[in-house]
């Protein structure tokens, strides 16, 4: 039996995306129903689709001391950071509770296997690396958290986690444990992906890249737009932040059903939601707003919808906001649950951007438009390939 969990303070959280960098920017955006995805100019697939690319990657120039780790997806992390004071709100942790105190989970998918496709590209006359990326640092798929390890100073327990689209949605769940388990005072949760050939290709030998930018639950989509994305949170005790809104619960499961498609009826998806639900104490009748997964492949949004319309009732308020930001993949959970933590904050439910004909299975929970309302409890859906589902609930502190 899934018992009650101890409810966490979100005491700190920055999102870098096409939609801009920081959280204003993100919820501004948002407000204006604006989406950040353009026609693919990355890489050499410049043909392949639309795209959620951040503006800046390119320049944001690690400190000499990280030289080591430089490379695309470590220029994407070292960017979020700088926003929203959150290197400064982790110093203050780490100083009030010593820097092995402090835990360190990250999700991605493909970590920064853009600078090993880089040297692959480049192999000198012998077939080695070039010598400017011979740095084995990069060429693993923990390198995030080695990164962000050293970037805050942070020598705790970390772990990079890689389930596909639910990465950055696990960590939460993962650091709930630690923080119970009295492994850490304070964890550093998020997730970063960047655009690399891997994924674009990759997606569309899957047959599942629109041509167009993502249409989210509209009744003609035809696949995903990839993006790319870096956020964090700060997780503590509520003692620690007690007016900050709260990780209630979370829930775990998997379909086990197919490796890249979920299950038809949503049974592990459900399974996720009942755990998240049990963990906070509550029913879908007290969830105000669902971050909805809400890729906009054909599978995905019809196990989804009809999840909903059997859970949820009427008066609750369902959207995708992929139509926004693109597919993020391993940063996706982590960007969405910024997205329900400032639904809570602001009292506004983002609208699915980019869906013009609503598929008519969805019902009466979906906001196609933005509006204005009261959010006291938000949830966020991540399912991954394989099936790896995990659902969020956040809560506003009472």
Known sequence: MTKLMTPLAVSASTVSSALGCGLEAQHQALRQGRSGLRRNDFGSAPQLGWIGRVDGVENAALPSALAEWDCRNHRLAWLGLQQDSFIGRVQAARERYGAHRVALLLGTSTASVGATEEAYRRLDADGRFPADLRRHVLHAPGSLGGFVAAALALEGPCLTISTACSSSAKVFASAARLLALGLADAA??????????????????????????????????????????????????????????????????????????PHPDGHGAELALDAALARAGLDTAQVDYVNLHGTASRANDAMEAALVARRFPATARASSTKGCTGHTLGAAGIVEATIALQAIEHGFVPGTVGAAVPDPACGAQFAWQGEERRVDVALSNSFGFGGNNTCLVFGRAP
């Open 188 to 261: 550093v949760v998020g997730g970063v992906d960047s655009l690399c050939d891997n994924v674009l290709f990759g997606f569309n030998a899957l047959e599942l890249i629109s041509p167009a930018a993502c249409r989210p639950f509209d009744a003609n989509r035809d696949g995903i737009s990839i993006g790319e994305a870096a956020g964090f949170a700060l997780l503590e005790r509520i003692d620690m932040a007690p007016r900050a809104p709260r990780l209630l619960g979370y829930g775990e499961a998997s379909d086990a059903w197919h490796m890249s498609s």
